[in-house]
């Protein structure tokens, strides 16, 4: 899961929609209290062992719009005898901070379209002759910010978008920053020379003023965490120097994940490919990064 080198320019959830108001549906609860919705789709891959299962399905009532994303299932003798392609039932269950899917019942097979090949991902040059690397993206502040401007900080990168309606891809990971920095800031002897960037590759809608109201519902401080937008296809360059791959889908996005940690001298020194709490890894590779052009706290 870890990836070193140059890193370099610029470094290197999924997919919120409003609960449709017009419809008269309402979910049900499970006994933890879960709201639950009745959902169908067809799957496209099986990955037991990250007790994961990806399915294309349709809009779910009063919740989502129909998208392709990875569901979590708790129990992976749910996934015994599917196959991509399988059109199949399930339920999705959603708390305040997880979901997952259950009760996948296969009711039929489609055929699948040819997969879209994986674009392979080259390392990007040493950031000095990265055009990226100077751009002037704008922060949640309304002001221009370039990845430059933090030369010399260890930096933690992730791609978001706001609107995002599932507690463990994009939530998890700003609440992984939330976590992360809350730590640094109340460890004795910790670097002060970090930096978190949350991307947003949902330029149209996240606004500086929608970033500045998200980061504020997550107690951020500007002086150590910064939620940068830009145009399409800077973000979109940005995302896919850093592996990065998402797409619109009736206005939604379907991406992957990424977070990246990059030490104070440019250099790429560990990838997070999952969403999940990490938050504590992300403090240890922080501080290893930062001693690099490390500036000690002075306590």
Known sequence: MCSRGLFIGVLSLSLLVLPDAKS???????????????AKGVVRELSPGDQTVTISHEAVSNYMGA???PFPVRDTSEMAGLHPGDEVTFRLHVTPTDSWVDQITRIGTVSLSASKAQSVV??????????LWYYHFTNELG???????????????????????????????????????HKLESLSGAPTNWHFLSISFDSAFD?????????GSYGYDPAHWSFLTGPPDKISEM?????????????????????????????L?????????????????????AAVTNQPAGR
């Open 24 to 38: 008269s549906e309402s979910s049900a609860a499970d006994e933890s209290g879960a709201r639950v919705f009745a």
């Open 67 to 69: 998208m392709t994303m």
């Open 122 to 131: 080259t390392p990007p040059p040493v950031h000095g002759r990265n055009p």
């Open 207 to 215: 606004t500086p003023a929608v970033l500045k109201a998200y980061g």
């Open 239 to 267: 995302a896919r120097q850093s592996g990065v791959r998402y797409e619109s889908n009736d206005g939604l996005i379907n991406h992957n994940f990424r977070t990246l940690i990059v030490d104070g001298n440019g250099h």
């Open 269 to 289: 020194q560990t990838v997070f490919p999952v969403s999940g709490d990490f938050s504590d890894s992300i403090v240890a590779e922080i501080i290893k990064a």
């Open 143 to 181: 002001q221009p910010v370039s990845l430059n401007n933090f030369h010399g900080q260890a930096l933690a990168i992730t791609f978001i978008y706001t609107r995002c309606p599932l507690p463990n891809y994009c939530p998890r990971l700003s609440r992984n920053f939330q976590e992360a920095s």
